[in-house]
């Protein structure tokens, strides 16, 4: 299996892969970003997208806000191009352990290694980890585009099967995770280890001082095109 036939442009800070986005549609061609490739490349080797251009985000490791992982007591922001595993072996704080906690559901270590943040999120699977988690804990979405910058909040985010509110012509830059979570865990059946989930559920309680269950949020995965918080 391969890609069909593609051009491959190397973007060196945001403003030149907005640039090239624009630039490239403007030309009649179909641009998509690249990041980790760890969901593009096997779409494409599919021959289930067929972007005639490839924009490649690798040279924005560079530039530190895109790789900074930022952890406050009341928000965590994580750069776009932030991998899996830098998460999944961050000291994060207790509100936020949840996501490293998360992390070992996600595929197999080589793709953790290289698999992105933003990239899961604008992926939009249904049963992606980052994506209930996103719900779970109200991320914001920064994505800059042709006309600046907008957030996204996550409930705004998932409009359905592989399909999100990020434009072709916009480049996440980060996710702010707003809602530190301490008794949170996210769970999941698969038929094996390190494949994706059949099913997957996110919980967070609320618990008071006494140690009382006061209230709480569940969000689930695989159950309709977009993960779907329970009201
Ligand atoms: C064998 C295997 C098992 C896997 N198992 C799991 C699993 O269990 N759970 C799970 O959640 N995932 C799993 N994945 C997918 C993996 O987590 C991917 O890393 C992730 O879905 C996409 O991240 P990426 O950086 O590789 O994005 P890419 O594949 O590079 O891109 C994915 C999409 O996001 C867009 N994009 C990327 N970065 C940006 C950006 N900054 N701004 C705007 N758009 C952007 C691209 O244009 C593309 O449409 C698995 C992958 C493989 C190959």
Request: glycine share 8%; no cysteine.
């Given at each position: 299996m391969k890609p069909a036939a593609f051009t491959y442009h190397r973007a060196h800070d945001v403003t030149d892969a907005v640039g090239l986005l624009t630039d490239l549609a403007a030309a009649g061609e179909d641009p998509k970003l690249i990041a980790g490739g760890q969901s593009l490349m096997p779409m494409m080797t599919f021959r289930l997208a067929r972007p005639s251009a490839l924009v490649d985000?690798?040279?924005?490791?560079?530039?530190p806000s895109m790789t900074a992982v930022t952890d406050g007591p009341d928000a965590l922001t994580l750069g776009a191009l932030v991998t899996h595993h830098t998460v999944e072996t961050a000291s994060l704080s207790p509100g936020f352990a949840v996501l490293s906690d998360a992390?070992?559901?996600?595929?197999?270590l080589p793709i953790r290694s290289r698999g992105t943040v933003a990239g899961s999120l604008v992926h939009g699977?249904?049963?992606a980890e980052w994506c209930l988690l996103a719900l779970l804990l109200d991320a914001v979405v920064v994505a800059e585009g042709p006309a600046g910058r907008r957030e996204i909040p996550a409930d705004e985010l998932f409009h359905g099967f592989?399909?999100?509110?990020?434009?072709?012509?916009?480049?996440?830059v980060e996710v702010r995770f707003t809602r530190p979570a301490p008794h949170a865990a996210l769970s999941e059946f698969a038929?094996?280890?390190?494949?994706?989930?059949?099913v997957d559920a996110a919980l967070a309680l609320d618990v008071d001082d006494g140690g009382t269950v006061t209230g709480g949020r569940v969000v689930l995965g695989g159950v309709a095109p977009a993960p779907v918080r329970v009201p």
């Open positions: 985000l690798g040279p924005l490791r560079r530039v992390m070992r559901w996600v595929g197999h699977d249904a049963t592989y399909a999100t509110a990020v434009d072709p012509d916009e480049v996440v038929r094996r280890h390190g494949d994706f989930a059949i």
